[in-house]
């Protein structure tokens, strides 16, 4: 059961677009505990001529004489936070013409205890050993730290169940994004996978997962413009081969763990068209589709596990 050592960590808004906070390599906290992540310009601080809401996924192209950790200051997150999402093995790991995915990270801050491993961590926050070592740079041959803080990206606390008869109740802990971030879009998006089952209800940054059959056609939930194509059979955070489409009415949906993309970055798609394959890459068990929405309510939302279900 989570303790006062394990807050979930919470998006908070930013609305300073190049915030001068000191960031350095360090996480971004507010009161010590909670991951501020929010998502800034592509371009020099010269190019900001307004601010992108909260929780979307980012992109920007490396200039001559940019570094990691200014990149980082630009969009306020951390170094790691951009090392993890490009699978890059070092801070130095940049060029001009390079381009960077910018992704908010929500995930679980943990204070190392006695007896802590990384297997042990991933297991209770459904989470990956490899990723945890990845994001904190720490060696998975060595032993945790006791007292030390990590990140734990992607990990989720379960909600406690409601007390018995008789019981105190326990204090139960939502993961911020569980139900919802944003407004309803009714009839806006279509089934990515027509005739899916529903294996997860809503989770992590707004998602659920759909369950079908490897090399599955997954088809573009709504017209708009890819910004994001990962095929290279890479971690990317966690995702795998993954597409995002931003759409006019200012959403972003996510679609991941493909076996394949088909799409291109600043390609337009239209609603329904096929944009890859089902398949089971980066953090996954299992051939499905990882289906977010960002600044929207998912359309999935209301969906029980294990049923076929129609967006609304």
Avoid at 80 to 101: E, F, K, Q, Y
Avoid at 173 to 193: F, H, K, M, T
């Amino acid at each position: 059961m989570p303790g006062s050592s394990t807050p979930v960590l919470a998006a908070a808004i930013n609305f300073d677009p190049n915030p001068d906070k000191g960031l350095g390599d360090t996480i971004q906290t507010t009161g010590g505990i909670a991951l501020l992540a929010s998502s800034g310009p592509s371009g020099t601080i010269a190019d900001v001529a307004g601010t992108t809401p909260p929780g979307r996924i980012s992109v920007y192209v490396v200039r001559p004489g940019d570094t990691l950790s200014e990149i980082a200051n630009m969009f306020g997150v951390s170094v790691n936070t951009i090392m993890w999402a490009n699978n890059l093995n070092s801070a130095r790991d940049v060029h001009p013409g390079d381009t960077l995915v910018i992704l908010p990270i929500s995930g679980v801050e943990r204070t190392i205890a006695k007896g802590d491993t990384l297997k042990s961590l991933a297991k209770k926050y459904g989470a990956d050993a490899g990723e945890i070592a990845q994001f904190n740079g720490l060696d998975p041959e060595e032993p945790l730290a006791v007292g030390s803080k990590i990140i734990i990206p992607g990990g989720e606390i379960a909600p406690v169940a409601a007390p018995s008869a008789g019981k105190a109740p326990s204090r139960t802990i939502r993961e911020p994004y569980l139900g919802g971030s944003g407004a309803v879009q009714n009839g806006y998006y279509e089934n990515p996978v027509p005739g899916a089952i529903i294996t997860q209800g809503v989770h992590g940054w707004n998602a659920v997962d759909l369950g079908a059959a490897r090399g599955t056609p997954v088809h573009a939930a709504a017209d708009g413009t890819v910004i994001i194509a990962r095929n290279n059979g890479g971690w990317n955070g966690g995702y795998g081969n993954y597409v995002v489409i931003t759409h006019a009415n200012g959403s972003q949906t996510l679609y991941s763990h493909m076996r394949s993309a088909i799409v291109s970055p600043g390609q337009s798609v239209s609603s329904g068209q096929v944009i890859g394959y089902v398949g089971s890459t980066g953090m996954s068990t299992g051939a499905h589709l990882h289906f977010e929405v960002r600044g929207a309510a998912n359309p999935f939302r209301n969906c029980s596990v294990g049923s076929v279900c129609s967006p609304q």
